[in-house]
């Protein structure tokens, strides 16, 4: 599970250029930035508002990646994803190993129908990745609409079409 001591690589994770290109969020500045996202992430999961796995290779300590599931809607019957992966270790199927395992902690244990994914159009390596897993494009949502800075395909998972 993340935690504290894995400041240094969050700070990298949310301030990378090439890991932050399709995200539309403040670059972490400092490590102060970065463990303030962690308590962030901590009290999410304190409070049941998230579910988070920090992802390590294998016999590693070094937080390498991110994914996590928030923003769950009133009935809990549907949230959306997120995720981030040090881009040394793209291509490697890491973060499809992650998500694998953890559609039947999403699917069985919380017991959600559906996972959502807000993606930028230009995005084209995380929209093969939530293709590869069934995600199917359900609309796009105009840059003003979703208050980012540029439009964004909303894809879906639904319980009965996961691979894992």
């Known amino acids: 599970m993340i935690d504290i001591n894995d400041a240094k690589e ?8 090439k890991v932050n290109q399709y995200v539309d969020r ?9 463990e303030s996202h962690i308590q962030k992430i901590l009290t999410g999961i304190a409070n049941k508002e998230m579910i988070h796995w920090g ?19 009133e009935e ?12 040394e270790y793209w291509g490697k199927g890491i973060m499809q ?33 939530l293709e590869k897993n069934n995600f199917s494009n359900t609309r796009r949502v105009p840059a003003k609409e979703s208050g980012d800075s540029d ?14």
């Open 10 to 17: 969050v700070f990298f994770l949310r301030s990378d250029p």
């Open 26 to 34: 403040p670059r972490a500045k400092n490590l102060e930035d970065a």
């Open 55 to 73: 992802i390590y290779p294998e016999g590693s300590d070094r937080h390498i990646g991110s994914l996590g599931y928030w923003q769950f809607n």
């Open 76 to 87: 809990k019957t549907s949230c959306d994803i997120g995720y981030e992966l040090h881009p």
């Open 97 to 129: 190993e992650a998500f694998l395992a953890t559609l039947p902690v999403i699917f069985d244990v919380w017991n959600f129908e559906g996972i959502e994914a807000w993606v930028q159009v230009d995005n084209q390596g995380s929209i093969r990745f």
């Open 151 to 164: 439009d964004m395909f909303v894809y879906c998972l639904r319980k009965k079409d996961r691979n894992g």
